[in-house]
């Protein structure tokens, strides 16, 4: 904060500032409502309306009431230290023209952010309140000014590393992550975050350079790599709510179903890129219809046929060219699906997982080795160590997305160790951390080379079949 002030990109400005009638005490942005100015919405906050995403101050709402008592705020005149946007606009908009060029940012996250640099203009960082840090600039009294949360909830990703480089005793260690032009910064959040992290908080980290008092003269401030934001979702067609129950109790569901299923449909058909709906009517369409019909069947079938047959991994003969094929296909996957994941276009790079399997089946389909067996049983074993080879691959394909039954195939392959896990919860200095033996898991991002003789395990369903009620009983827990 001292060194933007010092650099001229903090700015003194007088605004209006919000006051509660009834107390007398500063309201905050977030606690005042009202209709946004600019596209209607009724319930735009006092800092940013998340219909149109465009950023207000709470003197712009129309009818604007507190959230607390919905008293009308009183507007006061007072003086505040604002982030220069303006004079940060140029370097900002050449690295999201960079971004965009690259093709690796979500459309909607570089949309959003291109459109707000439009009409950017200096936003408040520091705010008429008693409560939270104090300004670091004289003529700004500790008992009625703090620094906007915004300003300093961000700085906690690069104050985090500078701490733990502390704790640990290598103090420059930070500099590895943050003034290092190799390091990845991957930025997770819904779409009403994405102007912090795509605008303000690289104005930050511009405008700081490789000055101040932390940076020391070492190399810029590490910008982000990739802002990973989704839209909105929305529940049988209405706004989620949760004092209203319409929302998804991650404890209640999962009593109920298992965590793949879940996981699988919030990222097959979340809001990757746009606002989607949760229907528990998909939910078991995507269920029944996708994992349990080609996933958890070329799972089943392929290890039912194999175990009873031959009892572990056969022993393959010379393969043919529709068993290199579909070798081939699988391997190729791997850099297909690797890139996907990189780029945050995880509905893509499930769908792609999940057209491998398809492909897979459809080898399993065609060589028949249920049928072959009785008159081949050479060419049954090839073609069941084919198929296992590529259920092993395909297991850690989808291991990012449906890690508990990946690590189910994995240990039915007569595999030993985890693909990636478990979790665990540790203790550290009177604070409890979820971790992993990260050293100890076995999972490698290439294809499969599964040993033949490996004894195989009983095989068992990955996906429990949901019945038509289903929906019903869910829209009954929902009252809808």
């Known amino acids: 904060f001292r060194t933007l002030h010092e650099k001229g990109y903090l700015i003194e400005e007088k605004t209006m500032g919000a006051f509660s009638p009834t107390t007398g005490r500063t309201l905050p942005d977030r606690y005042i409502e009202g209709t946004c100015p600019i596209c209607g919405f009724a319930n735009a906050r006092g800092d940013q309306c998340d219909n149109c995403g465009n950023q207000l101050d709470p003197v712009d709402l129309i009818d604007p009431k507190s959230i607390i008592d919905g008293s009308t705020p009183e507007f006061r005149e007072t003086t505040h230290l604002f982030l220069d946007l303006p004079a940060l606009a140029d370097a900002l908009t050449e690295w999201l023209d960079e971004r965009e060029t690259s093709g690796t940012w979500r459309p909607n996250v570089i949309r959003f952010s291109q459109n707000i640099l439009k009409e950017i203009r200096p936003r408040a960082m520091t705010r008429d309140i ?70 303000i908080w690289p104005a930050m980290l511009l405008g700081y350079g490789a000055g101040g008092e932390l940076g020391g003269g070492r190399g810029d401030l590490h ?22 129950n319409i929302a998804i109790w991650v404890r209640d569901v999962l ?9 699988y449909y919030l990222t097959a058909a979340g809001p990757e890129t746009q606002d989607s709906d949760f229907t528990w009517e998909e939910f078991v369409r995507r269920n029944n219809d996708e994992l349990l019909a080609n996933w958890g ?88 160590y084919v198929a296992l080879r590529c259920v092993d691959s395909l297991k850690t394909l989808f291991a990012p997305f449906l890690p508990f039954t990946s690590q189910t195939v994995h240990e039915l392959l007569g595999n030993e160790g985890w693909i990636a896990g478990p979790l665990v919860y540790e203790e550290h200095d009177g604070h409890t951390v979820l971790t992993a033996d990260f050293d100890a898991w076995v999972g490698t991002w290439a294809p499969s080379e599964l040993p033949p003789g490996q004894a195989l395990q009983e095989p068992r369903p990955l996906f429990k079949k949901l019945p038509p009620e289903t929906v019903q009983e869910e829209l009954d827990r929902l009252g809808l």
């Open 297 to 384: 069947n070329l799972v089943n079938r392929t290890l039912v046929n194999a175990h009873r047959n031959f009892g572990a991994v056969p022993e393959p003969g010379a393969f043919a060219r529709e068993d290199e094929a579909v070798l081939e296909a699988v391997a190729a996957a791997f850099p297909a699906v690797g890139e996907l994941i990189d780029q945050g276009r995880f509905r893509a790079a499930i769908a792609e997982v999940m057209s491998t399997s398809t492909r897979v089946n459809q080898y399993v389909a065609e060589q028949a080795p249920w049928a072959l067996v009785k008159t081949d049983r050479a060419r049954a074993a090839t073609v069941l």
């Open 223 to 244: 910008l982000p790599t990739n802002v990973v934001a989704s839209e909105f979702v929305t529940m049988e067609g209405k706004k989620a709510s949760s004092s209203r």
């Open 130 to 199: 008693d409560w939270g840090v104090p300004v670091p600039v004289p003529g700004y009294p500790e008992d009625t000014k703090r620094i906007y949360v915004w300003f300093d909830a961000v700085i906690g990703y690069l104050s985090a590393s500078v701490e733990w480089a502390h704790n640990v005793g290598r103090p420059d260690a930070w500099r590895e992550w943050w003034q290092n032009p190799d390091a990845r910064h991957f930025y997770f959040m819904g779409k009403d975050n994405i102007v912090f992290h795509t605008v």
């Open 255 to 263: 009593e109920r179903y298992d965590a793949d299923p879940l996981r």
